[in-house]
């Protein structure tokens, strides 16, 4: 399984959403249909603040051998976030199935959490030609 391609999408998708919230969050708010309350801004970038981690700790490791027992954190938290976001989205979906949007980011939280479920529960393969 190629995880260097599977960390540089998903960091490239952290980053645009991490980047969006830290800048735009009232235009985000405004958008979902949400008022701008003092506090709310501020947990957008909060929540910003921690896809744009996210998405550079994805981009540090993406060279790293990544499956099985190897860098295991990364795994389990890339899983984790991914997994649970795609059941938080999924609820959404069923709630609002007139936003086709959210049935896009919904596909690909679950193609996210498939990915790094395999990368999660299997042993990587080496790609050493044998050596």
Not at 47 to 71: P, Q, S, V
Request: glycine share 8%; no cysteine.
């Amino acid at each position: 399984m190629n995880t260097k391609l599977i960390m540089t999408s998903s960091a490239l998708m952290m980053t645009l959403i991490g980047i969006s919230l830290i800048f735009l969050p009232n235009v985000i708010l405004n958008y979902i249909g949400l008022s701008s309350t003092k506090l709310a801004p501020i947990f957008l970038q909060l929540l910003g603040a921690t896809y744009f981690a996210f998405a550079m700790l994805n981009w540090m490791a993406k060279g790293n051998l990544i499956g099985g027992i190897y860098n295991r954190p990364i795994a389990v938290g890339n899983f984790t976030h991914f997994f649970i976001g795609a059941l938080v989205l999924i609820k959404i979906v069923f709630a609002n199935q007139e936003i086709f949007f959210l049935w896009i980011v919904n596909v690909v939280y679950l193609l996210f959490t498939l990915s790094f479920g395999l990368v999660l529960f299997k042993h990587p393969l080496k790609t050493d030609n044998g050596k």
